[in-house]
């Protein structure tokens, strides 16, 4: 494997039920990142990790709960979620310092909330 | 409120013609700008990057172009090819601040062959 990885890639959950998404990356950063993309909307940076450490939550609500046991895994805990929540939600890392800014994405997990 | 803006959601081009894809920005404190290809079903992923300090960077088919004062900048395609039919996307960041990237709504270009 190689690169940055999700599972699943389709998820659709009913707004009592308790479901995790999972990110790994295979590149040797320490900063990873999740963004949710809704339609005809930018992508959103919901949560920040640096190594391992959340230095950024972006006013996402209570029922999105990120996870980073170490620099290659990040997980997205979703419970109680709204039909408005569906959209595709994105892990990203990068390697923050010597003016490299770039982000590598993975493929995202398309959610339906029913 | 949008602090990088791409207004137009799509765009058409003949093949061999260029594509010209458009970003527009508020925040002045952004000093780095991205542009993101997506392919269906797939992430974005990294294609040219320009910091302020330079109005163009060029690599291969691909020139991003930036006009600081106006806060605009351009992705030139040329020649396009089919293969390039994807969704684009603007990012910039503040490299004085976290570092965290803000990106646009994305345009979604079609060559035609």
């Known amino acids: 494997e190689t690169g940055v990885t999700q599972t699943p890639r389709h998820l659709v959950m009913g707004m009592t039920n308790k479901k995790s998404l999972k990110c790994e990356q295979h590149?040797?950063?320490?900063?990873m990142y999740w963004y949710k993309q809704s339609a005809k909307k930018p992508l959103e940076l919901m949560f920040v990790?640096?190594?391992?450490?959340?230095?950024e939550n972006n006013s996402v609500p209570s029922r999105f709960s990120p996870e980073c046991p170490n620099s290659s895994h990040l997980f997205l805990h979703l419970h109680t979620l709204q039909p408005e929540d569906s959209a595709l939600y994105l892990c990203a890392s990068s390697q923050p310092g010597q003016g490299d800014y770039e982000q590598y994405f993975g493929p995202g997990t398309r959610l339906t909330v029913t | 409120d949008q602090q990088v803006k791409q207004n137009s959601p799509s765009l058409s081009v003949q093949e061999g013609r260029i594509s010209i894809l458009n970003c527009d920005y508020t925040n002045s404190m952004f000093d780095y700008f991205l542009w993101y290809k997506k392919y269906p079903a797939e992430g974005p992923t990294f294609l040219i990057s320009?910091?302020?300090?330079?109005d163009k960077n060029e690599d291969g088919r691909f020139t991003v172009f930036l006009n600081k004062s106006a806060k605009h900048l351009s992705l030139h395609i040329v020649p396009s090819q089919p293969g390039d039919s994807a969704v684009y996307f603007c990012a910039a960041l503040d490299q004085t601040g976290a570092n965290n990237l803000f990106f646009g709504t994305g345009t979604r270009l079609t060559v035609i062959p």
């Open positions: 590149l040797g950063h320490n900063a």
């Open positions: 320009i910091s302020s300090i330079k």
């Open positions: 990790y640096n190594f391992k450490e959340q230095t």
